[in-house]
């Protein structure tokens, strides 16, 4: 199933032939650091001709420690989130985390992400489905593609057919992610689009210090290999200055360096529209 055949409010260049791009700050911040990256995105968005679905998690509930930085409010950051969807006419998908909470977030964005670690939560999965947006569920690191059928299947049997299955690799020992890009074309098959999050596949969790490490020099070698594979769309955070990031700040692309990882992307995806 192509990116077309989702049905999300404002998303733009879908006839483009191109991939999705799905992108921005891992949370809100701030309205500063996010208004800054939604700007750049948009003007990429448009420079190439690729679909985005502007990016941030208005509160982050999964912390390895208790202190770490988790949001600046919920309706706070919905509110910063819903003025880049109408200051620049670009759909918005944020993470939600129990089912209380897709009505609310539903209000003010386009699409509810489920995130990896919930993604085989029912309750979740049916509530974000009964809100009528577009479900992107991110497969669990400890999940085949295959495996992701059920969890589309939740969504389709609460009425909701419009869904995008998200891989960000796989538990590879205790503290690293190794991505088996066997997994596009297997759910694929599902019959849904298939987006590859290449900054998260490359998080290096469960440190000893409390705080995951990355190791963002690969984001380029991870989104060549999904666009080669086929990939519908891509997943990637990015931040103004990555180094004083309050979430993630270890796997993301500073946003100076997207435009170059783009062009290559894009001319990848036109190589391989010939075959």
């Keep these: 199933m192509s990116i077309a055949a989702i049905k999300i409010p404002g998303l733009k260049f879908t006839d483009s032939g191109n991939f999705l791009?799905?992108?921005?700050?891992?949370?809100?911040?701030?309205?500063?650091?996010?208004?800054?990256?939604?700007?750049?995105?948009?003007?990429?968005?448009?420079?190439?001709?690729?679909?985005?679905?502007?990016?941030?998690?208005?509160?982050?509930?999964?912390?390895?420690?208790?202190?770490?930085?988790?949001?600046?409010?919920?309706?706070?950051?919905?509110?910063?989130?819903?003025?880049?969807?109408?200051?620049?006419?670009?759909?918005?998908?944020?993470?939600?985390?129990?089912?209380?909470?897709?009505?609310?977030?539903?209000?003010?964005?386009?699409?509810l992400q489920i995130p990896a670690f919930l993604c085989r939560q029912t309750d979740l999965l049916t509530a974000a489905a009964k809100t009528g947006k577009c479900v992107n569920i991110k497969k669990g690191q400890f999940l085949?593609?295959?495996?992701?059928?059920?969890?589309?299947?939740?969504?389709?049997?609460?009425?909701?057919?419009?869904?995008?299955?998200?891989?960000?690799?796989?538990?590879?020992?205790?503290?690293?992610?190794?991505v088996d890009f066997r997994n596009i074309p297997v759910m694929q098959k599902i019959g849904v689009p298939v987006i590859m999050d290449i900054t998260h596949s490359l998080q290096q969790p469960n440190q000893e210090e409390g705080v995951s490490g990355g190791k963002p020099e690969m984001i380029e070698t991870i989104g060549k290999a999904a666009i080669s594979v086929g990939a519908d769309g891509i997943f990637i955070e990015t931040h103004p200055d990555p180094s004083v990031a309050k979430s993630d700040g270890a796997n993301m692309l500073r946003l100076s360096g997207m435009e170059d990882l783009l062009k290559k992307l894009c001319a990848i995806r036109n190589t391989i529209k010939t075959f």
């Design 144 to 178: 085949s593609g295959a495996s992701m059928k059920f969890a589309v299947d939740k969504v389709k049997e609460a009425g909701n057919n419009n869904i995008m299955l998200t891989d960000r690799g796989n538990m590879f020992g205790y503290q690293d992610l190794v």
């Design 21 to 111: 791009l799905i992108a921005g700050p891992c949370v809100v911040e701030s309205r500063e650091i996010v208004f800054e990256t939604a700007e750049k995105l948009i003007h990429l968005s448009d420079k190439y001709s690729v679909p985005l679905i502007f990016k941030s998690s208005y509160r982050k509930a999964n912390r390895s420690k208790g202190s770490s930085f988790t949001g600046i409010g919920d309706e706070a950051a919905l509110k910063i989130l819903a003025d880049v969807r109408e200051k620049f006419s670009v759909p918005v998908v944020t993470d939600i985390h129990n089912p209380e909470e897709a009505s609310m977030a539903a209000e003010y964005v386009d699409v």
